[in-house]
């Protein structure tokens, strides 16, 4: 029983002050250390096989290339005039995100632990600005959270997580729930009220209230809608935007700047009132 | 007099292998062996010390290694503390009733603690988690999991006698040490 104190001691520890304990710290750092330096001999192992790999088949493949570069040859003026137009596209891409939102680019060099868990840990901590709780995305939505970060490294609490939690909108009804993980595929809508509108093909997304996420920034799509015969809620089933397993960067948000994602709707506010209400209550 | 030196130099040969394992296990392996479970390589350290050390040293060694997971997973350092101590309980009592030397023993007691891995945890966070209980069982994860680990164990005890000759810890009894 003796045994068992310290680990409930510390659970309840835990629980309080919902930070993670300072006695962590200095095992934190070293796993971070540990996990940088694996990434680092991965990257240096692949490039070396990779070079190998192509020195074995140089000379069959120089054949091939010699009559392919020809045609090549022939493309490549049609190719740098859309290579000049992705340039100008891409460094007005650069822009707007500099202009609108700060954002971080990290590498994934973990995963959890255990299966049944969503998370990461990516190559930036605090040393390089990142905070608990700023928001992590890609270009097609959102990610997670952060959930621990150290100095050089974070861990990411992904929105699949049976932990995690976001505050979301449907976007066309604009009914409000909580994304809630379920498992590395899905996730559930809660919350949501058994008159809200919501159907299969819905797009899912931030609601901006929790104070992680910028509003509107795509979370997932319904892919299942039940109502059971009693109770006041409905139970939604989310396929998320992202997939958690082929995660490989992602962006942390260091500054949102207040950005709403969302298109601002056209029309009067009559319209666009009749357009947003849901269709019924209880 | 006890040798503090041998002692502490075979504690920090183990605790080093189980962090450069447990590390591997959350970077290397997915990296190269995509959404395979990995196998739970903490867990061969855990038995080995509570099968073949003092009941204390195996309990200090269960707290030590929970530190080294809270920070590569989101389960709580709390949590990880009670699986690792049932887990301990589990060896001992495991050990009490029936006991053989050798690499497929302890290979089958690793096999054990991680199938049980999955059963304990549901349990503990149905009774100590008050976040919503939405946890599903991956069977495949669980069976494969069990099964490299209970492998990997093979190799991982030839290098763990290997550390404890080094350090000049004595070697494991025939009959283990009394509980």
Not at chain 1, 63 to 87: D, F, S
Not at chain 1, 214 to 225: E, L
Not at chain 1, 240 to 252: G, H, T, Y
Not at chain 2, 60 to 86: C, D, E
Request: charged share 20%; glycine share 6%; proline share 6%.
């Amino acid at each position: 029983m003796t045994a068992l104190f310290i680990p409930f001691l510390l659970f309840n520890m835990e629980r309080k002050s919902g930070e993670a304990l300072w006695i962590l710290r200095p095992f934190s750092f070293t796993t971070g250390l540990f996990l940088t330096g694996y990434n680092s001999f991965s990257t240096g192992v692949k490039g070396t096989t990779s070079l190998y790999l192509n020195l074995v088949g140089i000379s069959k493949k120089n054949r091939t290339l010699t009559t392919e570069n020809a045609k090549l040859k022939a493309k490549l003026i049609e190719m740098t005039e859309l290579t000049l137009e992705n340039e100008r596209l891409r460094n007005l891409l650069k822009f707007k995100q500099k202009s609108e939102m700060k954002l971080m680019a990290g590498k994934v060099i973990g995963k959890d632990l255990v299966p049944e868990h969503n998370t990461v840990t990516i190559n930036i901590g605090t040393r390089h600005g990142i905070k608990k709780n700023m928001a992590v995305i890609t270009a097609a939505g959102a990610v997670g959270y952060v959930l621990s970060p150290e100095v050089f490294t974070s861990q990411i609490i992904l929105l699949t997580d049976p932990y995690a939690a976001i505050d979301a909108l449907v976007q066309r009804s604009r009914a409000r729930g909580i994304v809630e993980g379920h498992n590395s595929d899905k996730a559930n809508l809660n919350y949501l009220k058994r008159g809200d509108d919501a159907v299969i093909g819905d797009l899912v997304i931030t609601s901006g209230l929790d104070n992680i996420f910028p509003k509107g920034f795509p979370v997932g799509v319904i892919s299942n809608v039940k109502k059971s015969r009693f109770g006041t809620t409905q139970d939604i089933e989310l396929s998320p935007v992202i997939n958690p397993n082929n995660l490989e960067e992602v962006f942390v948000i260091l500054d949102a700047k207040l950005r709403d994602f969302e298109p601002q709707p056209v029309g009067s506010p009559e319209e666009i009132k009749n357009k947003t209400s849901p269709k019924g209550d209880l | 007099m006890r040798d503090y030196r041998g002692a502490f130099k075979n504690y920090f040969l183990f605790y080093l292998s189980a962090i450069a394992l447990t590390c591997f296990q959350v970077s290397l392996w997915p990296k190269y062996a995509g959404n395979i479970p990995a196998p739970h390589f903490w867990i061969p350290v855990l038995t080995y010390w509570n099968l073949y050390r003092s009941p204390k040293e195996g309990l200090i060694m269960s707290y030590l290694l929970s530190l080294l997971l809270a920070p590569l997973t989101v389960i709580p350092l709390g949590m990880i503390m009670f699986i690792n101590t049932i887990f301990v309980i589990v060896v001992l009592a495991f050990k009490n009733r029936f006991y053989q030397p050798g690499p497929i023993y302890f290979s089958m007691s690793v096999g054990l603690i991680t199938f049980l891995f999955v059963p304990v945890r549901y349990m503990i966070s149905f009774v100590l988690d008050n976040a919503h209980f939405t946890l599903q069982i991956h069977f495949f994860d669980w069976i494969f999991t069990t099964l490299l680990t209970t492998l990997a164990a093979l190799p991982l005890y030839t290098i763990f006698m290997f550390f404890d000759a080094l350090t000049q810890k004595e070697l494991p009894t025939e009959s283990g040490r009394p509980i």
